[in-house]
C-alpha cells in the first residue's frame, strides 16, 4: 500500500513562492510516476504537473508552465513542487498522486489527503 503525505502549503502573496512537498513510502520496487494535482472550490481537481520515475522528463499544464517546477528525490522518497509567481487562481487544495497509469498526466491510483495553497491578491 502506497502512502503519500503533502506539506507545505500555507498563505502566500500574488507574486510569492511556496515549496510543497510529498512524502512517499510502500510501493516497494515500484519505479511510477509522481504528480501533482489541484481543486479549487466549487471546480474539478485538475492536474498541475507530472515526472517520471527517473526524472529525466516533467511535463505541466500551460497554466503553470514557466512558474512552477517539479522535482523529486528518490533516496528521500519525496516529490516537491516549487511555485513562484503565484496568482490567485492557484489557490486551491493539493494532491500528490502516484501509482501505474496510462500517461503521465493521468490520474493514479494513489492520494495524499492534500494541502491547502490560498493566494491573497
Known amino acids: 500500500q502506497v502512502h503519500l503525505v503533502e506539506s507545505g502549503g500555507g498563505l502566500a502573496q500574488t507574486g510569492g513562492s511556496l515549496r510543497l512537498s510529498c512524502a512517499h513510502s510502500?510501493?516497494?520496487?515500484?519505479?511510477?510516476?509522481m504528480a501533482w494535482f489541484r481543486q479549487a472550490p466549487g471546480k474539478e481537481r485538475e492536474f498541475v504537473a507530472a515526472?517520471?520515475?527517473?526524472?529525466?522528463?516533467?511535463i505541466y499544464a500551460d497554466s503553470v508552465k514557466g512558474r512552477f517546477t517539479i522535482s523529486r528525490d528518490n533516496a528521500k522518497s519525496e516529490l516537491y513542487l516549487q511555485m513562484n509567481t503565484l496568482k490567485p487562481e492557484d489557490t486551491a487544495v493539493y494532491y500528490c498522486?502516484?501509482?501505474?497509469?496510462?500517461?503521465?498526466?493521468?490520474?493514479?491510483?494513489?492520494w495524499g489527503q492534500g494541502t491547502q495553497v490560498t493566494v491573497s491578491s
Open positions: 498522486n502516484t501509482g501505474p497509469g496510462p500517461t503521465l498526466d493521468a490520474p493514479r491510483p494513489y
Open positions: 515526472i517520471t520515475w527517473s526524472g529525466s522528463t516533467t
Open positions: 510502500g510501493g516497494t520496487g515500484s519505479k511510477y510516476g
